[in-house]
């Protein structure tokens, strides 16, 4: 059976699923600043913590900070796959109506898809609308739907609350037939 992992990139909280059919542990991560008590509590999640700088200062500082948070990010990702080893990932590509530090978003994107490349792990990029449309039946479903159909296509998540939407994604983009 291959292994598949989903990726959804964010600088605030990245979700990844990782689909291992014949084992389950350790299928979700997620990479965050503030991870909340409710998810570190949870033995279904794994949790890892990043040190997260604050774009202040000026310019030159703020690019500086946006760079280390982005590559804290990767350092993780990296991590996660090299554990892993799968067979290939699926990321959520950048949506064209991406608001807020899109240049942040799409410089994480590019860093994810290019530790898969070096790495020789094959990577397909899905739009986040063909992902909920796959998912969900609508291209445009809120997050809400999203968390609420993947509770139900794996119910131990049931017990999981906060913001979740992130891993919701993983998973239906660990599941995308490619």
């Known amino acids: 059976m291959m292994i598949v992992i989903g990726v959804d990139p964010s600088i605030q909280s990245t979700g990844i699923y990782i689909n291992k059919p014949c084992d389950v542990k350790d299928q979700y991560h997620l990479i965050c600043s503030k991870p909340t008590k409710k998810l570190l509590a949870c033995p279904l999640v794994t949790c890892h913590k990043y040190d997260y700088l604050p774009p202040d200062g000026d310019f030159m500082e703020k690019e500086r900070r946006k760079t280390w948070n982005v590559c804290q990010i990767i350092s993780i990702y990296k991590e996660i796959l090299i554990d892993v080893m799968p067979d290939y ?14 240049d942040a978003l799409a410089m994480l994107n590019g860093g994810m898809r290019y530790v898969n490349h070096t790495m020789g792990i094959p990577i397909y990029a899905v739009p986040p609308t063909s992902n909920k449309l796959q ?24 017990q999981v609350s906060g913001k979740v939407d992130d891993l919701a994604d993983a998973y239906a983009l660990a599941n995308f037939p490619v």
């Open 89 to 102: 990932c699926v990321i959520e590509a950048i949506a064209m109506s991406a608001a807020g530090r899109i």
């Open 135 to 158: 998912f969900t039946g609508n291209g445009q479903a809120p997050k809400e739907v999203m968390v609420e159909s993947w509770k139900r296509m794996d119910p131990r998540m049931m």
